[in-house]
Structures are given as C-alpha cells and as structure tokens.
C-alpha cells in the first residue's frame, strides 16, 4: 500500500506556478493601477479561468478513477505520509506557518495591535506547531484524542484569515481584484478541515482529496496577489501541507483491480 505513489499532487503545484505567472501579468496588465477597475475579457483572465477549470476537471476524474479502483481509508493512518519526503514537506509546510505568523507579529508590534492581529498570530504559530505534530503522528501511525484537538487549529486560523481578508476586501466593487485569494483561503480551510476527519476515524477521501489538490493550486497563484514575506509563507505551507496529505490518502487507496 505505501508504494502506491502518484505524481497528481506535484502536477497541481506546477499548475499553481502557471497560474502565479498568468495572475501576476493580470495585476499588471488587466487592471487599472489607479482605478483598481479590471478590463473586461482580457486574455490573462480568461487564461487563468481555462487553467483552473482544466485542472479541476483532471483533479475531479483522477479522484473518479482512484477511488473506482479501491475503497477509500477513513482512519488516522490514511494520511501515514509515503516517505521521508513528504514527511519533511509537511514539517516544513507547518514551520513556514509558524514562522510566517511571527513575521506578521514582528511587522506589526511597532504599531496599534488590535485583539485581531493577536489571534491570527497565535493562531498562525499554533497552526504550524499542530501541523507539525500530526505530521509526525502520522507517519508514526499514533492516533488519539491528541490529534483530533490538533487537527482543528489549522481550520480555525484560515478560517479566521478568510474572515479577516474578506472584511478588507469587501468595499471592492471590483470582485477580480481578490475573488483569487478568496478562492485560496476557501480552499485550504477546507482541504485541512476535511483532513482533520481522519483523526476523529471518519475521513472523507473524496472531498479531502479535491480541496487538498485545489489548495495546493490555488495557494501558489494566488501567492500573485500578496507582497508581504508572511502571507507568501503561509500560503506556501498549506500549500505544501495539502499536497502531502493528498499524496498520502492516495497512495494509501488500495488498487484491488491490480
């Protein structure tokens, strides 16, 4: 079962380089510097819609195919990471959290530090430390009421961060301005809160696997959009994190056709 690897995860990050580049010429080519208003079927836009509509597509029949072919894990140990590798991708998805966090705090301490700022760093640093620590339960096979604590900090603070993003952004008439990173934040809260299933035994491989793979997509395109070193950081961890579990539920699905 652990030799069962597949490559989809790593194909959605590079898909998520193509898109950083398109999203990053449509900042700078199909919307206004000044006005903040976006030209309307420019070929950047309509580019990245294609992109991300042909990569969801082969995400969708690619999870048809896989759990066609086997029964999809529910337990803990779905998420047994298929290697050194992705064990060190994860810890260091989880560190670039943590560390991204503290960034923000370093950045923001000098000034007025509302209640806001305080909870999205704690729950920044404590997202990294969790992520950390079920990536090592997992590849040890540990499973206990530990885990399933640990499991919701992550969903929580990008939950929080969406909350946050949103009320910035929400006074924006123009939607194409931050629709991107709206779609990132939605994306990664999901892929982690239906990652957080398999430590309470009642995974969902379907949906993990779908939001896990869009995660990993859209956290690297919409890197585009944020210039500041922590937002980079944290996108690129639950980037790094969703691709691991995704590689790791599916190489966990027995093929019992073969």
């Not at 690297?220 to 959009?225: K, L, Q, R, S, V």
Request: hydrophobic residues 55%; charged residues 10%.
């Amino acid at each position: 079962m652990r030799k069962n690897i597949n490559f989809m995860p790593l194909l959605a990050l590079i898909a998520g380089v193509g898109g950083y580049f398109i999203r990053k010429s449509e900042l700078i080519y199909a919307i206004d510097p000044v006005t903040r208003l976006a030209q309307r079927w420019s070929k950047y836009t309509l580019l990245l819609v294609a992109l991300s509509v042909v990569v969801t597509v082969v995400f969708e029949v690619y999870i048809i195919i896989k759990l066609h072919r086997g029964n999809a894990p529910k337990s803990y140990n779905a998420l047994s990471a298929n290697g050194l590798l992705s064990l060190f991708a994860a810890m260091l998805g989880g560190a670039a959290i943590s560390v991204g966090g503290v960034i923000y705090y370093l950045s923001v301490r000098k000034t007025h530090i509302s209640v806001t700022d305080y909870a999205f760093v704690l729950f920044a640093v404590l997202s990294g430390i969790t992520q950390i620590s079920l990536a090592l339960g997992a590849w040890r096979r540990k499973s206990g009421s530990s885990n399933r604590v640990a499991s919701v900090v992550a969903p929580l603070f990008f939950c929080l961060w969406l909350v946050i993003f949103y009320r910035k952004n929400s006074t924006d008439p123009e939607l194409l301005n931050y629709a991107l990173p709206c779609f990132a934040l939605m994306a990664a809260l999901l892929s982690l809160y239906f990652s957080a299933g398999f430590a309470f035994d009642r995974g969902n491989a379907r949906y993990t696997l779908i939001f896990s793979f869009l995660a990993s997509y859209l956290c690297i395109a919409a890197m585009a959009d944020f210039t500041d070193l922590y937002s980079r950081l944290i996108l690129a961890g639950a980037a790094a994190i969703s691709a691991v579990n995704a590689a790791s539920i599916a190489g966990n699905i027995p093929d019992t056709e073969s």
